[in-house]
């Protein structure tokens, strides 16, 4: 049974910089692609980041040079590490296995003064 659970969110001020978190267990996490998705309040869930199973990543525009997404096979673990934090990026943030449509929990991420 496939498994990932959030961490690491928070209330940031802007600027600022949060790391998340995503355990994962269940299936051969090595074996595939994960993604980072967030949802705002009353806008779709989009696709941040995503690493493939060799290390190589892909971010969204607006998170280009701020955001990192990294894994730890060993730990079977994927992170987000976020930098230069906006308004704009307060979400629920989502981590998943690539194609995977059932969703966890999340982890709030909220940017304010």
């Known amino acids: 049974q496939v498994q990932l659970v959030e961490s690491g969110g928070g209330l940031v001020q802007p600027g600022g910089s949060l790391r998340l978190s995503c355990a994962a267990s269940g299936f051969t996490f090595s074996s595939y692609t994960m993604t980072w998705h967030r949802q705002a309040p009353g806008k779709e869930r989009e696709l941040v980041a995503l690493i493939n199973t060799g290390g190589s990543t892909t971010y969204t525009d607006s998170v280009k040079g701020r955001f990192t997404i990294s894994r730890d096979n060993a730990k079977n673990t994927v992170y987000l590490q976020m930098n230069s934090l906006k308004a704009d990026d307060t979400a629920m943030y989502y981590c998943?296995?690539?194609?995977?449509?059932?969703w966890g929990q999340g982890t709030q991420v909220t940017v304010s003064s």
């Open positions: 998943n296995r690539f194609g995977r449509t059932i």
